[in-house]
């Protein structure tokens, strides 16, 4: 198989761990006997220092016409104080937007050696397997009208959260055929007590609910799944939910299982897909090799799967992470008590060993 991925380091910890999920996806290419092509392009801040905005269309062009995008993260202090428009992030939305990337698949799964890292107890935690389907390019975070305006005796800041039946419908869609490859419930999570917004949405959901009687679906108010979340994770399977519940609740999720740095994500739409960590671009701690690369490895394992459909490829990877774990490395993040610190590198180092071996 021949792929041609446009890479996109981005910023802080992205310029380190980017690179390492490439070295991962080079030796399974050998190995499998797959042609991965890689083609870089800039965004976030350093497309800004570079060409002043913070995706170039030359970047979304390498995009679009890829097979697939690997994104590391965007962002950092020295471009906090530009105007919004122009800020890193803007870059994230533009992306999701132009590619169509309405479905971000948010796994959280905990990794057994791993328990000890949680900070909530073991018993709450073992064997959680959440995976968090986030709408991603409406609601809030794109609706209409918003802005900052002026005032008698100061200024009204506004966004408008909006949803249609479209938009609810291809992403309940999503949930409810990711619930049928795993345990077959769907939890919907709305604040249909009080928004008008969630009133829809789950009237949306129930309705496309009945054509998949082979799952269950629930609901539940996302304050309410906020608490529960903590307290007994285990009862979700597949979390369904807007762009804004969404981002709040896959912290929360990630969280769960130790690191934020070790978990990964799938943006999906119709054309090509997008797949980074779910972690930010950490300035504080980068280009010291102290960032944990296992939230990109993972995301390069997703890639295969949803991508290019090499599923045994993928196991591959989760299997050499999973190992690498056993035999005690861990980066800061996630270290503890009689455990093996590693850098970036050296971690990535331990999982192509483990790859070669497996
Ligand atoms: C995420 C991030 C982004 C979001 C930011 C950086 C724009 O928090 O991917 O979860 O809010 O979607
Ligand atoms: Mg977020």
Same mark, same amino acid.
């Given at each position: ?26 030796? $399974? ?41 690997? /994104? ?9 104080? /530009? ?21 971000n698949l948010r ?24 995976l968090?389907v986030? *709408? ?29 039946? *479209? *938009?609810?419908?291809? $992403?309940? *869609? ?41 799952? +269950?679906?629930?609901? %539940?108010?996302? &304050? ?19 762009? %804004?519940?969404? &981002?709040?609740?896959?912290? +929360? ?9 070790? /978990?990964?994500s799938a ?29 990109? !490895? ?38 503890? /008590? ?12 331990? !999982? ?7």
């Amino acid at each position: 198989m021949k792929k041609r991925i446009t890479v996109l380091s981005g910023d802080g910890i992205g310029r380190e761990i980017v690179p390492q999920a490439i070295r991962v996806l080079e030796s $399974i290419g050998q190995t499998f006997g797959h042609q991965f092509e890689f083609q870089h392009a800039q965004i976030g801040g350093e497309a800004i220092d570079a060409t002043g905005y913070p995706l170039p269309p030359e970047t979304l062009e390498r995009a679009k016409s890829a097979d697939a995008v690997l /994104l590391g993260a965007v962002g950092g202090p020295k471009w906090e104080g /530009l105007e919004y428009e122009r800020r890193p992030e803007r870059a994230l939305l533009g992306i999701r937007e132009q590619l169509g990337l309405f479905a971000n698949l948010r796994p959280a799964k905990i990794y057994s050696p791993l328990i000890g890292a949680s900070t909530l107890k073991p018993e709450v935690i073992e064997g959680i397997d959440v995976l968090v389907v986030r *709408e991603l390019t409406g609601g809030i975070y794109f609706g209409k009208p918003k802005g900052i305006e002026a005032t008698a005796t100061g200024h009204r800041g506004f966004n408008t959260e909006v949803y249609t039946t *479209e *938009e609810i419908r291809r $992403i309940a *869609e999503v949930a409810f055929q990711a619930a049928r490859k795993r345990r077959k419930l769907v939890t919907s999570i709305d604040k249909a007590n009080v928004l008008e917004s969630s009133e829809l949405w789950r009237r949306e959901v129930i309705a496309v609910h009945k054509h998949y009687p082979d799952v +269950e679906l629930r609901h %539940m108010y996302v &304050d309410n799944c906020a608490m529960q979340l903590v307290r007994y994770p285990k009862q979700f399977d597949v979390i369904v939910t807007t762009n %804004m519940f969404g &981002d709040i609740l896959s912290d +929360e999720a990630a969280m769960l299982t130790g690191s934020i740095g070790m /978990l990964p994500s799938a943006s999906v739409g119709s054309t090509v897909g997008m797949y980074e960590p779910i972690h930010g671009s950490a300035p504080d701690i980068a280009g010291k090799n102290l960032a944990n690369p296992i939230g990109t !490895i993972a995301s390069a394992a997703m890639m295969l799967v949803y991508a290019f459909d090499l599923t045994k490829e993928a196991s591959v990877i989760e299997e050499a992470i999973k190992k690498t774990l056993e035999q005690g490395y861990r980066t800061k993040d996630i270290e503890s /008590l009689g455990t093996t610190l590693v850098g970036t590198k050296e971690m990535t180092d331990h !999982i192509l060993q483990n790859l070669s071996n497996g």
